[in-house]
């Protein structure tokens, strides 16, 4: 049986193990329920809670949502499964942040606030806004160990950031 991991304040986290903003497992819910897959059965074992947490900064660790990454692959038949996850965020699901990004009157103050504020939502990827001739670019860069982690993550991260740039036009 794995180790449960309920959703922590985030001054409980401080020295621990990477974590993510616990409302972002709604996504993954959602994501996995599209596939038919009982989403709750799947958070449970890998030792998450499916229980809404009460603090808005609840973090859980983000080895639990690796594995949750890991297993639900091994039970998909889509290889680009992850790009279905720009359907399947709400601005909820990502905190203030989620509102601010929306609030933000142009794509570059909102991809912007996303490169200045990612660590609320996860604390291993790093994100970065920077100025091009044609524009300005942004980079994703995730530190995996597992190559199905480096291979289904960037598609949910980047199909939402894409699909956040859609609905701020």
Known sequence: SPAQFHPLPYTQLH?????????STHIYRKLLDIYGLDSASFLREVGVTTELPADPNSRVPIQALDALLVQATSHIQDEAWGLKAAHCWHPGN????????????????????VSRYWRILGERATVQ?????????????????DPVVEAVLPD???SIALDMCRTNA
Do not use: Q
């Not at 020295?15 to 409302?23: C, E, F, K, Q, R």
């Not at 509102?99 to 570059?108: F, G, I, N």
């Not at 806004?129 to 160990?145: I, K, N, Q, S």
């Open 15 to 23: 020295s621990m193990s990477p974590t993510a903003l616990a409302s």
């Open 129 to 145: 806004v920077a100025d091009t001739e044609r524009g300005f670019r942004l980079t994703y860069d995730l530190a995996a160990a």
């Open 156 to 158: 949910c991260v980047l």
């Open 94 to 113: 990502l905190g203030v942040l989620g509102h601010a990004l929306l609030a933000s009157s142009t794509l570059r103050t909102a991809l912007t606030r």
